[in-house]
């Protein structure tokens, strides 16, 4: 279909731009841009658009992701495919703006097979395939990759990946250490996890009447904003 999702992209001037693809969903899109564009230094942003490549038009409730005020002008959905030289090219990924390519994986994967490793394989496998086509097509862009389990990550990074993140291995370290350390998957996500002074506003504003002593509130919100 001729329609504003398989059109070809068309960065600016002073566009830096990265590119996300694999298995994108709403709530994986939401966070990933929430990260993305919490930008340090904003007058010299490292990357300021997001081009998404993805097999299928957005859902609702990806729309509704990316018409949000602080994403409404930062991203562009693209539909085709990862693996398609001429999709590729139309997101313009040898343009020297592309700083990166980021590629998910299905993390919750439905599990055909007791064991759940037929499944679990094909998940990283479409990582892979799409890491080699990337990696192939634009052999300087860092390519950083997702995979379900730990013993593909190898496999990953010789097909192409700059760094792997392994869903299976931080879930599980972060299971082990918090039985030793309370509190610790608590302190990992406030790293992890930007928080704007916009939403350190919203969140005081929803512990008021709920905590009986208040003082701790705003120099705990405050550290989780570094």
């Not at 994986?28 to 007058?43: A, C, K, Q, V």
């Not at 693996?83 to 919750?108: E, S």
Request: hydrophobic letters at 35%.
């Amino acid at each position: 279909a001729n329609d504003k999702y398989s059109r070809s992209y068309q960065p600016g001037r002073n566009d830096k731009f990265a590119v996300l693809t694999g298995d994108v969903s709403a709530s994986s899109l939401d966070y990933f841009m929430r990260e993305l564009f919490h930008l340090e230094s904003p007058d010299d942003p490292k990357v300021n658009q997001l081009v998404v490549l993805s097999p299928l038009s957005p859902n609702a409730a990806e729309l509704d992701v990316m018409v949000k005020p602080s994403y409404e002008t930062r991203v562009q959905w693209f539909r085709g495919s990862a693996m398609d030289d001429a999709d590729l090219k139309r997101i313009k990924l040898t343009h020297p703006n592309c700083q990166a390519c980021f590629v998910m994986v299905d993390k919750n994967p439905q599990v055909a097979e007791a064991g759940g490793s037929t499944e679990l394989n094909a998940s990283d496998m479409s990582v892979h395939r799409i890491t080699m086509s990337v990696s192939g097509y634009s052999p300087e862009l860092p390519v950083y990759a997702q995979s379900t389990v730990s013993a593909n990550a190898r496999q990953l990074l010789v097909s192409g990946a700059h760094a792997v993140s392994t869903v299976e291995e931080i879930k599980l370290n972060m299971l082990a250490m918090s039985s030793a350390l309370p509190g610790l998957t608590t302190l990992v996500s406030n790293l992890l996890t930007t928080i704007g002074h916009q939403d350190l506003n919203r969140l005081e504003r929803d512990l008021e009447g709920r905590v009986s002593d208040r003082s701790w509130v705003h120099e705990y919100l405050t550290g989780t904003s570094y």
